[in-house]
């Protein structure tokens, strides 16, 4: 069984359905004593919305911190940051995290 995961803004997953790295760009409340939900934002710009804690558990696998802050405001604003660029080190760092936990797997 998978150990549940406390995920935050700026950390990158992979994704295994799509084969694909994301970004968590926010975070919800799902009630008092419950751990967050996360919304995720693919590196081809495909926001994948939200994943209640469990399903982040069963369909996300945590790379790490990219160190990106942001304050989501709207999916309008993420489209037009993601065109920016503003996701492009956050993207970058997680093929790095990615990378390293491939070359080293977890024992």
Request: net charge negative; charged share 20%; hydrophobic share 30%.
């Amino acid at each position: 069984m998978k150990t549940p995961q406390d995920l935050t803004i700026g950390d990158a997953i992979y994704y295994p359905r799509e084969q694909a790295l994301g970004i968590i760009y926010e975070t919800y409340s799902r009630g008092d004593n419950e751990r967050p939900g996360v919304q995720v934002l693919l590196s081809n710009g495909e926001d994948l919305s939200g994943f209640s804690p469990q399903e982040a558990d069963q369909f996300l696998q945590p790379l790490g911190p990219t160190g990106l802050t942001y304050q989501f405001q709207n999916v309008t604003q993420l489209a037009r940051d993601y065109e920016r660029g503003v996701f492009g080190q956050a993207f970058h760092n997680a093929q790095v995290l990615q990378l390293t936990q491939s070359l080293n797997p977890p024992e």
